[in-house]
T-cell receptor, first 111, second 116 residues
């Protein structure tokens, strides 16, 4: 049973606009969340993370929002750039143990 | 040089064959992981190891075994490969859990395995 879900397999946005990628989880014991970015023929690379004690974390153009009551997190990319085109995975962990990954969202930023 | 390396990068094998995928890291991390990626299913954890003497099953360990030969090396074996083990396999490493740190995993480039 998928504990971390990304319901949008793909997303297209215009360059310069905002990209919003969504992620839902079912396990209330998850207390740490991460976003990874993956280009073809490469392994995923870390983008940004958030602890359950926060509801927002920002790093440059990337912001992650966490809504614990809704068991939902989102990644905002502003402004979107063509180099952001990749597959984005969210991941969740409880008590620092194993991580559970979502199915991924393929983002295309149109120049 | 890459911090996490995987060999081979591509492998085609036949049903019933034994195959080993190898992972090496120069990051000095204690924790190592094996994942597989399938279309529409994302990354799923096969096995993980928090130190040389610690091996744990992940979500989908059936049909797989692992060996942690040293802190830097973690191998994944398919004792008798079957077609539904065709997938992209990733090794990853991380430090032990540190409060306030990003605690991310560092992934290798992946091994594309095809079982005919």
């Amino acid at each position: 049973d998928q504990q971390v879900k990304q319901n949008s397999p793909s997303l297209s946005v215009q360059e310069g606009r905002i990209s919003i990628l969504n992620c839902d989880y079912t396990n209330s014991m998850f207390d740490y969340f991460l976003w990874y970015k993956k280009y073809p023929a490469e392994g995923p690379t870390f983008l940004i993370s958030i602890s359950s004690i926060k509801d927002k974390n920002e790093d440059g153009r990337f912001t992650v929002f966490l809504n614990k009551s809704a068991k939902h997190l989102s990644l905002h990319i502003v402004p979107s750039q063509p180099g952001d085109s990749a597959v984005y995975f969210c991941a969740a962990s409880g008590a620092g143990n194993q991580f559970y990954f979502g199915t991924g969202t393929s983002l295309t930023v149109i120049p | 040089d890459a911090d996490v390396t995987q060999t081979p990068r591509n492998r085609i094998t036949k049903t019933g064959k034994r195959i080993m995928l190898e992972c090496s890291q120069t990051k000095g991390h204690d924790r190592m992981y094996w994942y597989r990626q399938d279309p529409g299913l994302g990354l799923r954890l096969i096995y993980y190891s928090f130190d040389v003497k610690d091996i744990n099953k992940g979500e989908i360990s059936d049909g797989y075994s692992v060996s942690r030969q040293a802190q830097a090396k973690f191998s994944l074996s398919l004792e008798s490969a079957i077609p539904n083990q065709t997938a992209l396999y990733f090794c990853a490493t991380s430090t032990g859990w540190l409060a306030g740190a990003s605690n991310e995993q560092f992934f290798g480039p992946g091994t594309r395995l095809t079982v005919l």
